[in-house]
C-alpha cells in the first residue's frame, strides 16, 4: 500500500499563489504517476494535473494550464503544485493521488486525505 500526506492548502486572496506538498511513503517503488485532484463543494472529482515519474513528463486540465505547475522529487517520493494566479474558482479541497495500476485515470488507485484551499475575492 501507498500512504499519501498533503500539507500546503489554506486561504488566499485571488492573484496569490499557493505550493501544496505530498509525500508518499509504502510500497511506492513501482509507481507510475502521482497527481493532484481537486474537489468543489456540490461537484465531482475534477483532475487538475499529473506527472510521470520516470520521464518526468507532465499533464494538465486546461482550467490551471499556464498558472499552475506540478513537479516531484524521486529521492523523497514528494510531489508538489505550485499553485499562481489563484482564481475563486480553484476553490477546492485537493487531493493527491499516486497511480501504482496504469498510465490512465484510472489507474489511481492511491489517495490523500485532501487539503482545502480557499481563494477569496
Known amino acids: 500500500q501507498v500512504q499519501l500526506v498533503e500539507s500546503g492548502g489554506g486561504l488566499v486572496q485571488a492573484g496569490g499563489s499557493l505550493r501544496l506538498s505530498c509525500s508518499a511513503s509504502?510500497?511506492?517503488?513501482?509507481?507510475?504517476?502521482m497527481a493532484w485532484f481537486r474537489q468543489a463543494p456540490g461537484k465531482e472529482r475534477e483532475f487538475v494535473a499529473a506527472i510521470s515519474w520516470q520521464s518526468v513528463t507532465t499533464y494538465y486540465a486546461d482550467s490551471v494550464k499556464g498558472r499552475f505547475t506540478i513537479s516531484r522529487t524521486n529521492a523523497k517520493n514528494t510531489v508538489y503544485l505550485q499553485m499562481n494566479s489563484l482564481k475563486p474558482e480553484d476553490t477546492a479541497v485537493y487531493y493527491c493521488?499516486?497511480?501504482?495500476?496504469?498510465?490512465?485515470?484510472?489507474?489511481?488507485?492511491?489517495w490523500g486525505q485532501g487539503t482545502q484551499v480557499t481563494v477569496s475575492s
Open positions: 509504502g510500497r511506492t517503488a513501482s509507481t507510475l504517476a
Open positions: 493521488s499516486a497511480n501504482g495500476k496504469n498510465m490512465e485515470l484510472s489507474g489511481y488507485n492511491y
